[in-house]
């Protein structure tokens, strides 16, 4: 079954204290979804757009578990949190095995 994969690529960090309160309940509300944390902040090399802010990487055991790890209360309560303190692109991929 293939894995499913959060990334996060940030644009913009308008209100650090909206991602601090997301920091603290996100990664509780992905661990307890079943998902493991590949890349967070760290180095990036930026091409294209040459947007470095902030990427992160998140893999879960299927793409299904993925999306309701998403869906949780938990998580949901993290993106309340978040709300617009952040520009980013949020999306759930299927990896290939």
Known sequence: MPKG???SSYRTISDPEKLAAYNKLAPPAVKA???RVLARG???VAHDAE????TVLIEFDSF???VAAHESAAYQE???ALSD???R???IVEGID
């Open 5 to 7: 994969y959060w990334v």
């Open 33 to 35: 979804g079943g998902g």
């Open 42 to 44: 760290g180095r990036v």
């Open 51 to 54: 947007i470095a802010e902030r």
């Open 64 to 66: 299904e578990q993925a």
């Open 78 to 80: 993290a993106l309340v």
């Open 85 to 87: 303190g952040v520009e």
């Open 89 to 91: 692109d949020f999306r």
